[in-house]
């Protein structure tokens, strides 16, 4: 997919959409066949391709056009098109296949033409790349999750999708298939930190204002995912014309999570606004009133159950996790009006409500008997999210409630070498990818030595692969990629691993945009 | 001539054939953009072609007005259907020989002969337009027909 700079796009009319592919005979010879077979309504609708001369084939889809061309003659029947070619040392093939859908589309020259879009995509990727402020260790595995980060974004608004394809399954014949080509807020305090953390503001900001932007029309109440123009994702449905990854079908298409209430999303949404706050970010007045809502909505519904931040179908609990967030949510809220962030406010109703969520959670989130914070109130099962208490400074990492529950979670969850699941399940499913990210920044932060943290990422790297992207799950005993991929959570708990140790060792505050005298931590108050 | 009603009318009517455009595109019935196909022969720049094209293509609306308000006044009657029928035959010439003219005179839109090149990747408008989709014909031809209605039906005669 070749890109160019704007500069470079307002000098030469360069294709919208356009995939590029350059074949070259390096040494002897290479038979090469290409069939191009294009499909349209997920692959339940031929594609009728024309030959339109040298202008190359031309199929027309609901609307939009693609175009086919090529350096070397392609055949084409009714649906298919397809060339046999012989290449030899030095010989090269080109193919470029452009989309437009609003106007007439602009075509992929070949030759000399199309390398130079390649070489000025490869120095736009590599500026793009030079400008991240790491150089921490691992410093080419932080870089290809960046960029694997900026090729989940779609460019015009900024939202980041959680994986670019769907029904990948998460275990093979579980029919544990879904469809996570959309944004979730979940990702957002995350994903800000990763990108501002990296040096990439731009990106945050952008992200950030899609946030702001798809919240908009559904506030105070917030959804748990939106498409990448701010819309509700459409309902999930089963296309049963398709078998499937490794004939593991359901193939589906929508999201049934969408409806749920998943109250955590308001603590991590206020947390990436937050983030930016701690950086001189001001926001205007509309924007102070809809945080304020968002925290209205918060103070008056936390103590509802909901599905949570693992979407299980099995209906509302009153997860940790989401009380956790909700807590975040009028910590930083607080934090934000005592810093004059949010003006003509008065933090006093949040700060009380967020007294009322820590000492919901201190009392009965905690189990004496498992020495453990539970994944439910009054429960008795762990839940690897718990880690995250430390992350949004509910209780430091080296607490002691902190250091049992990390013991409690290693001893009940642990998948392999630094590997997680995110809870027990019967039969297990994959190792959880950011879970074990979550374990090296919660050592990082305390809960262990910089040598454990640091052994701990260097194991879960050897499971990316040769190009180093990660999926949503690990499997631990074949270290094969489970789920959706490429998953831009786990690339974002790999970003902030990587982070939080490198703050580690430079001794740097971690929690800048949480003031000390937001709301007292629990952990000076329990021992 | 009735120069304030060629004015006014010319002005109405071409906003209502370029609105027709717009609405046939988002309606997905044709990716044909005049304003952007104008405006991409003064400059590269995508948002400012659209820009540019918009102003040229009320230009040339106010010139074409003047050619319908001529045979109105040439032929002393105006009449909606009178108007409707020179904008059939407008837009008739818009698909037949506008197009088949277009890849020559614009300095960056691909030739059927010749394929794209470096400067030449525009995708040409082919026989009645219909590169750009099956539908565009009828769409030209309903969008002119607008333009020539109005003009018919409101211009008045210099007595």
Known sequence: MPVASEAAKRAALVPDHELLRLVECTAGEVRLQLVFQPRAAYGAAPVRVRPRGRLGLRMEVGGGVYWLRGTHDLDCAEDRAWSDLNLRDGQSAQFSLTYSSDAPAVLGCLGEAARARLAESRRWWCDWADRATYDGPHCAAVRRSALALKLLTYAPSGAMVAAPTTSLPERVGAGLNWDYRYCWLRDASFTVRALAGLGYWEEAEAFLNWLLFATWLTQPELRVMYTVFGETPPPERTLSHLRGFRDSPPVRIGNGARGQLQLDVYGEVIDAVAQFASHGRRFDRPTQRVLLRFGEYVRTHWHLPDEGLWEPRSGPRPHTHSRLLCWTALDRLCTMIDQGVIERAVAAPFHAAAEAIRHDIVTNAWNARLESYTSVLGGDTLDASLLLMSWYGFETADSPRMRATHAAIARDLRAGPALLYRYRRDPPEGAFGICGFWEVEYLARGGGSVEQAATALEQLLSHMNDVGLMAEETDPDTGAALGNFPQAFTHVGLINAALSLQARRQGAPTLVHRAASAVPNPSRSHP | ?159
């Open chain 2, 1 to 159: 001539m009735n120069w304030a009603s060629w004015l006014f009318w010319g002005f109405v009517a071409t906003l209502v054939l370029t609105t027709a455009l717009e609405a046939s595109q988002g309606l997905r019935l044709t990716r044909m953009n005049l304003p952007y196909m104008l405006g991409t022969m003064l400059t590269p720049d995508r948002d400012k072609a659209r820009l540019y094209g918009f102003l040229v293509h009320l230009l040339g609306g106010w010139v074409f007005a003047l050619i319908y308000v001529g045979a109105f006044e040439f032929s002393g009657r105006v009449s909606w259907w009178r108007g409707g029928l020179i904008g059939v035959l407008h837009g008739l010439f818009v698909l037949v020989v506008g197009v088949s003219l277009l890849p020559g005179l614009h300095p960056r839109m691909a030739s059927e002969h010749h394929g794209p090149s470096a400067n030449r990747g525009l995708e040409p408008p082919g026989f009645f337009a219909l590169n750009y989709g099956f539908q565009t014909p009828l769409s030209i031809l309903l969008s002119h027909l607008l333009f020539g209605i109005i003009l018919g039906a409101f211009y008045t005669l210099k007595v």
